[in-house]
């Protein structure tokens, strides 16, 4: 197992829609147990294969207390969404150190395959529901910056900017 690099915005990778799986061979199952290792060692509850610069739709998450549980989502897709939605404080490990308040669904089913390539389908809320919809959107090459106006965004491009000079 290895810790890969997390890329950081507005590094160009962010922006691309990833592929899906066609086979979950040897090469997937090391990606996922290296994503699982990169996402426990920076301390994320989630962590999509684009963050590292592997576009392709692998996605870790643990939204557990005990960090003990670890999810692991290939080919995600959400299946049903509440019309209820949440308010939460996001934060991304591609956007370090920035935190704002996203509104999404607050409840949704998604369906994926598992490290075996089993498909299951899981109910989420609360923060894995908020996580599942992050994480997809990483895959479909979107930020959750992207909602905040471009005067935000514009200084969190500098701060990232600054980061990367320090
Ligand atoms: O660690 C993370 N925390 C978080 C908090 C609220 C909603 C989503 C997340 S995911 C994030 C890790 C990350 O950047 N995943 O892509
Ligand atoms: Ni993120």
Do not use: W
């Not at 991304?92 to 994926?112: E, Y």
Request: proline share 4%; hydrophobic share 40%.
């Amino acid at each position: 197992m290895a810790i890969r690099d997390i890329m950081i915005f507005p590094h160009p990778c962010l922006r691309k829609v990833a592929a899906e799986v066609q086979n979950i061979d040897d090469e997937i199952q090391t990606l996922v147990d290296d994503m699982l290792e990169t996402m426990y060692d920076a301390e994320g509850v989630g962590l999509a294969a684009t963050q590292i610069n592997v576009i392709k739709r692998v996605v870790v998450m643990d939204c557990s207390e005990a960090g003990d549980s670890p999810i692991v989502a290939i080919n995600p897709m959400i299946v049903t969404a509440s019309s209820e939605t949440a308010e939460r404080s996001e934060g991304c490990l591609s956007i370090p150190g920035v935190h704002d308040n996203v509104t999404r669904p607050a409840q949704v089913t998604f369906r994926a395959l598992d490290r075996s390539g089993e498909s299951y389908e899981m109910a989420a809320e609360g923060l894995l529901a908020a996580c599942i919809q992050h994480e997809i959107d990483h895959l479909d090459g979107k930020l959750f910056i992207d909602g905040l106006s471009s005067l935000k965004r514009d200084r969190i491009r500098k701060k990232m900017e600054k980061l990367k000079r320090d």
